[in-house]
């Protein structure tokens, strides 16, 4: 299964590319993303009439942008490092109520990269790292959180926190510039968009992009 996926992507990025060796330098990737997003709910909450929330799983879509730097070292060039700075948007519409949420996802990453194939016509291996930055969550109903903070004392909204992703996969490489890649993210940490403390109980929801899949183009310049 994975030398038909690594095929697939050499031939893409034969289309598009001569053929020469992988070089140190500059990168730009840019790609799609689907994400599993859990919505958990801890305890019981006011909601204004009309409004309501199921817990559960749901598909989240998005794109990707990342911009960096790759160094491979000694003269076989198969292991390497790449860090760079990264954004991801992610969009879901769940199943209830109307809900409509947006993601943005946003820091600095580092990855290990290590290169199992490596010739005049392909170099394709895997990666592993992890990255440090924020997450932030917006959605249709921001406003009706906000009022509801307003009218409960222990009651408060988070749209915003740190977040700490891994991510592992498989790349491909065909020509100084372009190459092509898969690989799965896991953001690990959550927290809550809104809480309300009652008698020492928290109560609260909470959105995870908790399974990330992308595909990547990268073109290094």
Not at 50 to 74: D, E, H, N, V
Not at 89 to 106: D, I, K, R, V
Not at 177 to 185: D, P, Q
Not at 203 to 221: D, E, K, M, P
Request: with cysteine; glycine share 12%.
């Amino acid at each position: 299964m994975i030398s038909k996926i690594l095929k697939t992507l050499g031939f893409f990025c034969c289309v598009i590319g001569g053929l020469q060796a992988e070089k140190n330098g500059i990168f730009l990737a840019a790609g799609f993303q689907y994400s599993f997003l859990k919505t958990t709910l801890t305890g019981s909450f006011p909601l204004p009439d009309g409004a309501s929330i199921t817990p559960g799983q749901s598909s989240m879509y998005g794109a990707a942008l990342r911009f960096g730097y790759k160094r491979f070292f000694r003269a076989q060039r198969r292991n390497g490092l790449r860090i760079y700075v990264y954004y991801n948007y992610g969009y879901a519409s769940p199943t209830f109520a109307g809900l409509e949420l947006n993601n943005n996802a946003y820091g600095v990453g580092i990855d290990y990269l290590f290169d199992f194939l490596d010739n005049v016509r392909v170099q394709a291996g895997i990666f592993a790292g992890f990255g440090l930055g924020g997450s932030s969550w917006t959605s249709n109903q921001d406003q009706m959180f906000k009022k509801l903070v307003a009218s409960y004392p222990n009651a408060a909204v988070n749209f915003s926190y740190f977040q700490l992703p891994l991510q592992w996969g498989l790349r491909v490489n065909m020509n100084r510039h372009h190459g092509m890649e898969i690989g799965v993210k896991i953001p690990l940490l959550h927290n809550f968009y809104f809480k309300d403390v009652i008698k020492g109980k928290t109560s609260g929801i909470t959105f995870q992009r908790n399974t990330i899949l992308y595909v990547q183009y990268v073109f290094a310049f």
